[in-house]
């Protein structure tokens, strides 16, 4: 069987006493094992990171910038083969692949224009021949933990920002699908990051507590449920690093009874049902405001729905492919079940899905929820899977108060051809990220991506100019050249006069 090992020092390295079990969720076998690291695989990348960087952090922006731009080629001759692999692990179509590909790219740009981004500041003359000026220095070795749903965009978000601005990386991919981050790893060597810039430690909580708690680890970047980015901010901070730690979401769509309705169930269900619903960015809650929008809405849901067609990954027709694990397809069911047994109304039932030809692969059908209340815990928790849940308010006021009342606060989005009302709803909602009239509205590499609340922990955001912030420090320089020997010694604050 194909084993999947760690990447440290620009090279594979075997080390650890477990592995797990990779699957193809198409066809439900095991298809790989992957090496599951200790304290001391920890230490070895640690090590090799910090090796590598006083050269790394020395050599100046716009030669690390041309790496970025040899890796973005790289990756785009490898396109094919990155997408393919990416879906047979996580089970997301090609087409999907190749955007998760691409967006984690589009950081990757961005990161290209570093020495720019890297300029500080400069006052001459602020005081009597003192100039001040300020420089961002990269901070050390820093560390990415990542989950499974974006194998290639998430990782990039990092260790773009992280090693354009002069870091060295060590990075915890998920154990769900490890491959495409230690490829990724190789091409940034191909592309001339020296060994020891980007390394790769595969594993589970004893990695990432290693990570949390190694003395000589300066930032932790985190991806994943909330829980556990909730653990991963209060571990990593309570040793003294930099942390931001990205969690879960569930974000509404609300839809006016002005919406151009044909369009916003194209939107609804690309959103909802995309990647099988397995993004932190997915719309599974449709809010329908006002006297028979619901009515209009499931009226042209339902015929969509059944004309998706859901298949394996490799399947150019197919919406979407099955989920990650049994484990992920068994608990979206029970959240279904649980639907069911608050009282919801259980119009398309998504369980009990077969693919002929396929019937140990981790499917679901698209399932769709009416009636669906504020206080039914199948609405307050994230399923991350193909389900959308439709709400009813009879107010806007009242739908508003969904999002910004939910414990999670990634993204959302309101339907409309009312400016006033977007705008207005824009300025009140308690979520990070909202889109008008875009349902998924993940922001462009040169802005910044975080949610509010339960949604991220930690106060800088990912990529754009947070990114930046993120992973470099200021240091802020007051120089004067005196001419000798005229200035008397002063005990008092200097101020400017
Ligand atoms: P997860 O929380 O299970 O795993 C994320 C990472 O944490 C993995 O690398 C995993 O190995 C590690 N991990 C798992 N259990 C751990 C534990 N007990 N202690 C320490 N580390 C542990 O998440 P997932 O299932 O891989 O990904 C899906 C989740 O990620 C969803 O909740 C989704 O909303 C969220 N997500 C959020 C964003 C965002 O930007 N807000 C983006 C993508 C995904």
Known sequence: MRQITHFIAGKPLV??????????????????????????????AVAAARKAFPEWSATNPQRRARVMFAFKALVEREMDALALMLSQEHGKVIADSKGDIQRGLDVIEFACGVPHLLKGEYTEGAGPGIDVYSMRQPLGVCAGITPFNFPAMIPMWMFGVAIACGNTFVLKPSEKDPTVPVRLAELMMEAGAPAGVLNVVQGDKDVVDAILTHPDIRAVSFVGSSDIAQYVYATGTAHGKR???????????IVLPDADFDQVVKDLVGSAFGSAGERCMALPVAVAVGKGTAEQLIERLEPEMARMKVGVSTDPDAAYGPVVTDVHRKKIESYIQMGVDEGATLRVDGRGFKLQGYEQGFFIGPTLFDHVKPAMKSYQEEIFGPVLQIMRTDSFEEAVALPTNHQYGNGVAIFTRNGRAAREFASQVQVGMVGINVPIPVPVAYHTFGGWKRSAFGDVNQHGPEGVRFYTKIKTITARWPEGGGEESSFVIPTMK
């Open 15 to 44: 080390h650890g006493d477990r592995t797990g079990e990779v699957f193809d969720p198409n066809t439900g076998a095991v298809q790989a094992s992957v090496q599951f690291g200790t304290a001391r695989s920890v230490d070895h």
């Open 243 to 253: 942390v931001q730690a990205m969690g879960g979401a569930k974000n509404h769509g």
